[in-house]
C-alpha cells in the first residue's frame, strides 16, 4: 500500500435526533479535521452548514475547508472503496480520516463489519472508534424503549451526551451512571467537551505518547472495577447488573460486560478455537471484542484481536509489550449472552493443560460440553 495508510475510520452514530450534524458541523469546522471525508447516508437528511452548494454529479463535494463530503452509494464498501481510488489515482491529494455518519435507526455493528471484514478495505483502513450520541433529555425513554439505542451505547467507544443544557441536571447525572453500567469502558463526555481532541485516536495506537496503550484501549480497568463491585472478586469476572436498582430498564439488563485475565502464555491454537467456538456459536449476540494476548509460540510480541460480531479484523502483532504488563486480557460487550458461557469457554483453554490441542471435531460438534454446560 502506498503511504498514509491505514487510513483511521470513526463511526458516528445515535439514535434520531441527539444531535449527530449539530456536532458534525462542528467539527468539520476544526482544523484537526483537515483533510477528513464525512460519509453520510444522503445529503438531504443532513443538513451540513457546507452543503448549500449544487450536489456534485459523482455524490462527492469538495468542501472550502479541504474536507470532503460523499453519499453511501450502495454500498459503504463501494463508498470506502472509491475513496481510496480517488487517493491512489490523484484525484483527492490527501485524505487523513474518514467520519461514517449513520442513520438514527441503525445498528452500527455492519458499519463496522465492512471496514474490518473486506479483503481490500482492510489493508486501506482501520477502525479507530465508535461516538455514539445521546440525547440527555430523551435518552432515559429512548434507551428504555428501543434495544438498538442501548446496542449503540454498547458498542461506543466514546458516549457524548448532548442536550444537557435542556435537561436537569440530576437527571443527567442518572443517565450518565446507566451509560457506564451499559459499557463502563467508554468515555462518556458532555457535548461541550467533544472536540476532536476528545473524540479521536480511540485505537490502540497513542499519537502523544508515540506508543501503544493497552490499558486505555481496552477500557479493562474500568470492565474490572465493574466486575469486582458486582461479583465480589471472582477471578474470572462477569458483569452483571444490579437488578434491583435497574429493574426497570430489561434492556439495560441484556447487556454484559466480560473482562477475561489469564496469566502467563496461551498457545496459539487454543485462542483460536476458542474465537472460532466463541463466534460460531453465539458470534451475533458478541457486540464488541478487544483482546491483547500473550502467545506461548512467542511470548515477547502481543497479539492484537478486534472484533464485532462474527468479524475479526485481521489480528495484528505489535512490536514489543508496551506497559509491561504480559498475559491475556480480554474484554467482551455481549447481548443476551447465556450466563457464564464466555468465563467457562475462556477456562476450557487457558486452565486446562489437556485442552490445548483438543480434538477440533469433537469440539466443534459439541462446543456447550467443553464449556460445561
Not at 469502558?185 to 485505537?203: K, M, P, S, W
Not at 453465539?282 to 483482546?291: A, C, P, Q, V, Y
Request: negative net charge; contains cysteine.
Amino acid at each position: 500500500m502506498m503511504g498514509g495508510f491505514p487510513i483511521p475510520v470513526s463511526v458516528l452514530t445515535g439514535f434520531l435526533g441527539a444531535g449527530k450534524t449539530t456536532l458534525l458541523n462542528r467539527l468539520l469546522k476544526d482544523p484537526a479535521l483537515a483533510d477528513t471525508a464525512v460519509i453520510i447516508n444522503e445529503f438531504g437528511e443532513v443538513a451540513i452548514d457546507h452543503l448549500l452548494v449544487e450536489q456534485a454529479s459523482d455524490g462527492i463535494i469538495q468542501l472550502s475547508d479541504g474536507c470532503l463530503c460523499c453519499t453511501v452509494r450502495g454500498d459503504l464498501v463501494d463508498t470506502l472503496a472509491d475513496l481510496v481510488d480517488r487517493l491512489q489515482t490523484g484525484r483527492i491529494a490527501k485524505l487523513a480520516r474518514v467520519v461514517v455518519e449513520t442513520t438514527g435507526l441503525a445498528d452500527p455493528a455492519p458499519v463496522l463489519q465492512s471496514i474490518m471484514a473486506h479483503p481490500a478495505l482492510v489493508q486501506a483502513f482501520r477502525l479507530d472508534g465508535v461516538m455514539t450520541l445521546v440525547d440527555a433529555v430523551n435518552g432515559e425513554t429512548t434507551l428504555d424503549a428501543h434495544v438498538e439505542a442501548v446496542k449503540q451505547a454498547a458498542v461506543a467507544d466514546r458516549i457524548v451526551l448532548t442536550k444537557t443544557d435542556l435537561a436537569d441536571a440530576a437527571e443527567v447525572e442518572v443517565l450518565r451512571a446507566r451509560l457506564k453500567q451499559v459499557n463502563p469502558g467508554a468515555l462518556v463526555l458532555d457535548v461541550n467537551e467533544a472536540g476532536a481532541a476528545a473524540l479521536f485516536n480511540c485505537g490502540l495506537y497513542d499519537p502523544e505518547t508515540k506508543s501503544a496503550d493497552v490499558r486505555r484501549w481496552l477500557g479493562e480497568e474500568a470492565a474490572r472495577d465493574q466486575d469486582h463491585h458486582q461479583d465480589h472478586g471472582h477471578h474470572h469476572h462477569d458483569g452483571d447488573h444490579d437488578h434491583n436498582h435497574h429493574h426497570e430498564h430489561r434492556h439495560d439488563t441484556r447487556v454484559r460486560t466480560h473482562s477475561l485475565v489469564h496469566e502467563g502464555p496461551v498457545p496459539f491454537s487454543a485462542i483460536e478455537m476458542f474465537l472460532d467456538l466463541l463466534r460460531s456459536t453465539h458470534g451475533e449476540k458478541l457486540l464488541r471484542m478487544k483482546g491483547v494476548i500473550e502467545l506461548a509460540e512467542d511470548p515477547s510480541r502481543p497479539l492484537v484481536i478486534h472484533g464485532v460480531q462474527k468479524i475479526l479484523h485481521p489480528p495484528a502483532r505489535l512490536p514489543a509489550w508496551p506497559d509491561g504488563q504480559r498475559g491475556t486480557r480480554l474484554v467482551l460487550i455481549t447481548l443476551d449472552m447465556p450466563q457464564d458461557y464466555i468465563q467457562r469457554l475462556f477456562a476450557a483453554f487457558t486452565n486446562k493443560p489437556s485442552i490445548d490441542t483438543p480434538d477440533r471435531a469433537a469440539l466443534e460438534s459439541n462446543p456447550l460440553a467443553i464449556a460445561g454446560l
